[in-house]
């Protein structure tokens, strides 16, 4: 089975609260970039264990600790699924808040469900792929998202994007989900995200932030740059998404759009 797991931004990220376990309460519309993804292929095989291989962008973890490989153990335990050879053709870059590694596993388990003949509804998918990440449950729906909780509570939003494209930027440097938290400073917004986003895209830059951008910003002045530098060639909304270093940019115009491309290879209708 060959899947296509694709990447999401984050349009708005509010950092509410610190949990007792540890975690953050957030809200954020998780929104899919079909245009970019990895591509996965799963075989059964003979055997008790799974065979894993990853071509492309190299990642950053061993083998063995791929969302890929905990994706199979989960639904091996739970479910009793046989071994299978994965391949990872990955193409989204990783310490990138764009949920490479989410996507890819909740393919998995999808697949897997599949091939496997598990029948699984929704909520059972979501509930496994959230015990994964905090991104992973958005993959099991895949479209426009109001993310609650550590972003497994989704409730379906309608967003008027059509004929917008989209920009992204993607800075040399990374920022690890750790680092991204230790800066922000979680509250409670004054008024909700999904009523902001209500307001037309043009007022959005006002309104519509993402919690880590003051302290990642700080620390990494290039990602700060590359939102400046698409605000400054006619987006009509920028942002970095999730806990970065992508930051992407919402142009009405195409041309304008493609100014951006001597910078980034990343150019999508939304």
Known sequence: MKLRANCKINIGLDVIRKREDGY??????????????????????????????????????????????????????????????????????????LGGGSSDATAVIMGLNEIFELGLDEPTL????????????????????LCEGRG???????????FMWLVLVKPEESVSTREAYAGVKPQMPEVP?????????????????????????????????????????????AAMSGSGSTVYGIFSDRGRAEMMLNQTPYLYML
């Open 193 to 237: 995200l999904v009523e902001r986003l209500s307001r037309p895209i043009d007022e959005w830059q006002e309104v519509v932030k993402n919690d880590f951008e003051a302290s990642v910003f700080e620390a990494h002045p290039a990602i700060a740059k590359a939102k400046a530098d698409l605000l400054e060639a006619g987006a009509i909304y």
């Open 126 to 145: 979501i509930s496994l792929a959230s015990e994964l990440g905090s991104d992973t449950a958005f993959f099991v729906r895949n479209s426009p998202q």
């Open 152 to 162: 497994e509570i989704m409730t379906p939003v309608k967003l008027d994007l059509d």
């Open 24 to 97: 953050h309460d957030l809200q954020s519309v998780m929104v899919p970039v079909k245009g970019l993804f990895d591509e996965i292929e799963i075989v059964p095989i003979e055997g008790d264990e799974p065979e894993f291989y990853s071509k492309g962008i190299a990642v950053d973890c061993p083998a063995e600790d791929n969302l890929c490989l905990k994706a199979w153990r989960l639904m091996h335990e739970r479910y009793g699924v046989g071994a299978v050879h994965i391949t990872l053709d990955k193409y989204i870059p990783f310490g990138a808040g």
